[in-house]
């Protein structure tokens, strides 16, 4: 049950940190927390990551259902075989993409807000990038598959013992 509560805050965190967001700052206002590396910048995404696919709102909202369904699935079966790496990141999984549904589902668009910038000269040239704008559904589902990932290669390195 602790792997839906760990989906679950990140649900509540995510959606929380959203209405501040859409509540406090208009549309393209930004307000600098560390300088120009970080900041929060009110951004609606119509699209999937980075921006890709914009307009398609009912593709994700049945892609993120049949998400959902696979990885509810596929966690019930990792909390059975007492796994505890993969239940955790599919949990964080699940909080993301619940998050982001719900914003699509209801609102046609996810409320994006974290903003960094890296700026630094790379043997004489120098490097000014913006990262796309994300939120913490978005970090959520990287964590996720990045766990996802770890857990697979620590279980390809026991296979091979």
């Known amino acids: 049950m602790r792997y839906y509560i760990y989906a679950l805050i990140v649900l ?3 959606q929380a940190t959203k209405w501040l967001i ?3 700052l208009a549309i393209g206002e930004t307000r600098p927390v560390i300088g120009e590396f970080f900041q929060i910048t009110s951004h609606r ?3 999937a990551a980075f921006g890709i696919l914009q307009n398609q709102r009912w593709f994700f909202v049945i892609i993120t259902l049949v998400v959902v369904v696979g990885v509810i699935w596929y966690l019930e079966k990792m909390r059975r075989e007492k796994k505890r790496l993969m239940p955790i990141a599919l949990g964080l999984l699940l909080g993301g993409a619940l998050g982001n549904f719900i914003d699509r589902s209801l609102f046609g668009q996810v409320v ?3 903003q960094f910038r890296f700026q630094f000269n790379w043997f004489g040239t120098a490097v000014d990038y913006t990262y ?3 939120n913490i559904a978005d970090s959520a589902i990287c964590i996720g598959v990045a ?3 770890l857990d697979s290669l620590i ?3 026991r296979e091979r013992r």
């Open 132 to 134: 796309p704008i994300f």
């Open 155 to 157: 279980s390809w390195r």
């Open 22 to 24: 859409v509540d406090r």
């Open 147 to 149: 766990l996802i990932f």
């Open 45 to 47: 995404n119509k699209g």
């Open 12 to 14: 509540l965190v995510d």
């Open 112 to 114: 994006d807000f974290l």
